[in-house]
C-alpha cells in the first residue's frame, strides 16, 4: 500500500510544496517514506522492525544509531550536526560544525516528560494520519530549547530561548499550550508569547 500526503504552504504570495509518499509492509507498518519538496529535495528513510535503518538524501549523508535515530548529518556543503541522546532515547544536544570541522554553535533540548508527571498518560496530539518511527529520538512534546552560536574566539552567545507550557485534557490530548521565545536582536533579547488552543472531533 501506498499513501501521499502533500504540504503547500504560502507565506508572503510565495508558495512551496513537500510531497511525502509513505509505503507499507503487508502488516501496515510504514517501511519506507520518500520525501521531495519545490526547493529540491529528494530524501528517502527505510524502516524494519520498527527502526530507521537509512536515510539516503541528495542534501545530506546521514549516521544513525542501534535506536534508528540519527547521531551525524553532513551536508553537501560540508557542515554538519551531531545529536546526542539520553538513555531515554530523548534528543538532549545538536551541536554544529563548519566545513573545516570548527564547532559553530549547539541546541540544548528538554522534553515535556521531564517536567510535567504523567508518565501514564503523557500528553500528545491527534490527528496526523501516520504513524513513522522516529529518526531524531523519543522526544514527545519539547518543552525548551536554548540556542548558542560560537564565534571564531570560541565566545560563545546565546541567541534564543524557547519554551512550551502545555495543559491537556482528560484523554491525555493537548489542550492548549503556552509559546515563550526569547530571540537575540542586536545586544539585547526580545521576548515574544503567544497561546493555541486545540479541539479534537471523533477521536
Known amino acids: 500500500m501506498v499513501k501521499t500526503e502533500l504540504v503547500i504552504t504560502t507565506v508572503g504570495g510565495t508558495s512551496s510544496s513537500s510531497i511525502t509518499q509513505y509505503e507499507y509492509d503487508t502488516q501496515g507498518?510504514?517501511?519506507k517514506r520518500i520525501n521531495t519538496s519545490s526547493a529540491g529535495l529528494q530524501e528517502t528513510t527505510t524502516f524494519a522492525n520498527g527502526l530507521a535503518t537509512a536515510i539516503t538524501s541528495n542534501q545530506a549523508t546521514y549516521t544513525l544509531n542501534s535506536q534508528g535515530f540519527v547521531t551525524k548529518r553532513v551536508n553537501t556543503n560540508g557542515t554538519s550536526s551531531v545529536y546526542q541522546y539520553n538513555a531515554a532515547g530523548q534528543n538532549t544536544v545538536i551541536e554544529n560544525y563548519n566545513a573545516?570541522?570548527?564547532k559553530t554553535g549547539?541546541?540544548?533540548?528538554?522534553s515535556v516528560d521531564k517536567r510535567l508527571n504523567t508518565p501514564t498518560n503523557p500528553l500528545g496530539f491527534k490527528g496526523?494520519?501516520?504513524t513513522v518511527p522516529a529518526t531524531y529520538g523519543n522526544n514527545g512534546l519539547t518543552a525548551k530549547l536554548v540556542t548558542y552560536t560560537i564565534d571564531a574566539a570560541g565566545k560563545e552567545t546565546k541567541t534564543n530561548e524557547s519554551s512550551w507550557v502545555y495543559q491537556g485534557d482528560s484523554r491525555g490530548n493537548v489542550a492548549s499550550y503556552v509559546y515563550t521565545s526569547s530571540f537575540l536582536s542586536g545586544t539585547s533579547m526580545v521576548?515574544?508569547?503567544s497561546t493555541y488552543t486545540y479541539a479534537y472531533e471523533g477521536c
Request: charged share 5%; proline share 6%.
Open 128 to 130: 496526523h494520519p501516520t
Open 29 to 31: 507498518n510504514v517501511n
Open 100 to 102: 573545516s570541522g570548527g
Open 106 to 110: 549547539y541546541t540544548t533540548y528538554e
Open 191 to 193: 521576548t515574544g508569547t
